[in-house]
């Protein structure tokens, strides 16, 4: 009989076969052989984690509907959010690259904020959501895939490269967004997915020893 | 390097699922994982031949990338369409050598080393180079960190378009370099996403348990 799977855990990076530690609060695990980040111990990573979520939330559409910027030139006035900048993409004819930037710097961040909320929320009071594991895989796989920080970096580009034509101001929408990255960082940094396998597969074996 | 006493899982006859990362045994190869429901594989299927494939492709969308024109910045009528290189040399000659170096590194150099950096992968995995597993390891893991901050050139393409639109006064159109573009930097994170970097490590393990069919 061969030693229960359960006591040891495997390197995700290069299937290092590591024996399972119990891991104090804020303590790592790292890889030995090639130094991947197995498990950190994170502080409460589930209620952080709803109150980044819920932040997000109520930040994701003042960052998505009120102006980033306005130039004004000769009088004229212009103004742009996110999902305008998608429109003229449009209407300039590229409707691949205005896929593109419509889920990559709006559905995917949007939909990541959403599942967050919902998983954090059923794990910390315990409701039997029905979608808990599609969520927790398509948050999953939907990681990496936001972009944000670099719509914002590319906003800044644009005033440099316009700034000597025309008189530029930031919009609310360019402190929501920075805001919203912001709460973004914080999650990457203080919830942890792996995590919430845990506590669901737990949750999920206890339902079944009652059954 | 001491890679002999390690122990893979997949030696030990264990297997991790990739999504959950839960462990289970090599027999369950191809079933599903009872956490997450996905499906079990001790190696991602086809890794190589998908990251191959992504890659290539990327490599195919560099060269329209790089010679169709991003946008075109009209002024009271005139104007010319600018490549990426064009604008580039453009915020140089301007004197913003700072935000010029940012695009240039965002915009050449990443998706240059990206493919690169996955070709020595991809390569070195083909004709089993001799080379250390862990600095392979590091070269993946920078090419999949930094694989997301070539897009900025498609953003900064986004904002201007949106903003400069005053008719005869000043206007900004997109150009088709820019869908070639974002194919580039689309391509080459899928293939960063379907390379199995155990693949590096299953060198230093005799694979006799790689046909576990019984």
């Known amino acids: 009989m061969k030693t229960p799977a359960s006591s040891f855990t495997a390197c995700h990076d290069c299937d290092l076969l590591i024996a399972r530690t119990r891991l104090k609060k804020g303590q790592s695990l790292n890889c030995p052989r090639c130094h991947a980040k197995l498990f950190h111990a994170r502080l409460n990573p589930i209620e952080r984690g709803l109150a980044l979520a819920i932040t997000s939330l109520i930040l994701f559409l003042p960052a998505n509907l009120l102006p980033i910027l306005s130039l004004s030139i000769f009088g004229q006035q212009q103004s742009e959010t996110i999902l305008q900048s998608v429109l003229s993409l449009y209407d300039g004819g590229l409707a691949i690259v205005a896929a593109v930037v419509l889920i990559f710097a709006v559905l995917v961040p949007g939909l990541q904020i959403l599942l967050l909320t919902y998983i954090t929320a059923c794990l910390q009071f315990r409701i039997n959501g029905h979608y808990l594991r599609q969520s927790l895989n398509l948050y999953h796989t939907l990681h990496g895939w936001g972009m944000l920080e670099i719509y914002l970096i590319g906003t800044l580009i644009a005033v440099i490269k316009l700034k000597d034509i025309a008189n530029l101001e930031p919009g609310l929408g360019l402190y929501c967004l920075a805001a919203l990255i912001f709460t973004t960082c914080l999650t990457n940094s203080l919830f942890d997915i792996q995590h919430a396998w845990q506590v669901f597969g737990q949750r999920r074996d206890t339902q079944k020893a009652h059954l | 390097m001491n890679t002999g006493s390690y122990k893979s899982a997949r030696q030990e006859g264990y297997l991790l ?155 900004i159109s997109p150009g088709h370099g820019a869908t070639a573009f974002a194919a580039v930097v689309i391509l080459t994170m899928l293939s960063a996403l379907n390379f199995d970097t155990r693949l590096i490590w299953d060198k230093y393990a005799p694979t006799d348990t790689q046909h576990h069919d019984t």
């Open chain 2, 17 to 171: 699922c990739r999504h959950c990362h839960t462990l289970h045994t090599l027999d369950q190869q191809d079933q599903h994982c009872h956490v997450c429901e996905t499906p079990l594989h001790s190696r991602m299927e086809h890794t190589l031949q998908r990251s191959w494939a992504f890659l290539l492709a990327s490599v195919i969308c560099f060269f329209p990338a790089n010679l169709l024109p991003i946008m075109t910045f009209k002024s009271f009528g005139s104007g010319a369409p600018s490549t990426i290189m064009g604008g580039i040399i453009e915020l140089f000659t301007g004197g913003f050598w700072g935000i010029g170096l940012v695009v240039l590194i965002a915009s050449i150099i990443i998706p240059c080393l990206k493919i690169l950096g996955m070709l020595t992968l991809l390569l070195s995995l083909k004709f089993h180079w001799r080379t250390s597993a862990r600095q392979k390891t590091w070269l993946y893991r920078g090419v999949e960190w930094v694989g997301r901050w070539s897009m900025l050139d498609i953003f900064v393409i986004a904002v201007l378009v949106a903003l400069v639109q005053l008719g005869s006064l000043a206007s």
